[in-house]
């Protein structure tokens, strides 16, 4: 896949008003929600962790959990709460609410396409009815996962040297919008 190296004005006006209007979306959070049993039958999900939003790194509040099939945790899946964060509130439109990954043992099984959708509750809980799924444009595993929700590719994006992402080695990302009603 080829890619851009710079942008023009044009293309920083639309992304500036992407992400305005993702964080114009509605979200609410007044707390961590008791998570209910997270099933689909075969999988599920284990809350391990309820992380608080930390300030000073620009990160909104957000939900861990194990992936597990018979007993055995075969990977995890976070769910971060809201739409910004960050420089210029633009975190979550960088990085997703929706981080996923599937111990390589167990990949190919869809496990994290279901996972995803095992958090619609917890999400609609907090009024989101959209949610950021990113990856990396070489991670075709992540892209599949993404079609397989049914979420709309909305573009590729350089990322900003300022995002985590970038320190961690990542130039461009996938945006896709997921839109869960």
């Not at 070489?138 to 990322?159: D, W």
């Amino acid at each position: 896949m080829e890619h851009k190296l710079h942008s023009n004005d044009n293309d920083e006006l639309v992304i500036q008003n992407e992400i305005a209007y993702y964080n114009s979306l509605p979200c609410v959070f007044e707390g961590f929600i008791d998570v209910p049993m997270l099933s689909d039958g075969e999988i599920y999900l284990v809350c391990l962790e309820k992380q608080p939003a930390n300030p000073e790194k620009n990160w909104v509040p957000g939900y861990l959990f194990a992936i597990c099939k018979d007993g055995e945790r075969v990977g995890n899946i976070s769910l971060r709460i809201g739409y910004g964060g960050g420089l210029y509130n633009s975190n979550l439109y960088y990085g997703g609410q929706i981080g996923y990954d599937v111990d390589e043992s167990h990949r190919g099984n869809g496990y994290a396409a279901r996972a995803c959708r095992l958090l619609i509750p917890v999400a609609k809980e907090h009024s989101m009815g959209k949610l950021l799924v990113n990856n990396d444009v070489n991670n075709h595993a992540s892209m599949r996962v993404c079609e397989k929700l049914g979420a709309r590719h909305i573009r590729v994006v350089r990322l900003p040297e300022w995002t985590d992402l970038y320190q961690e080695g990542q130039r461009f990302s996938n945006i896709y919008e997921w839109d869960i009603g």
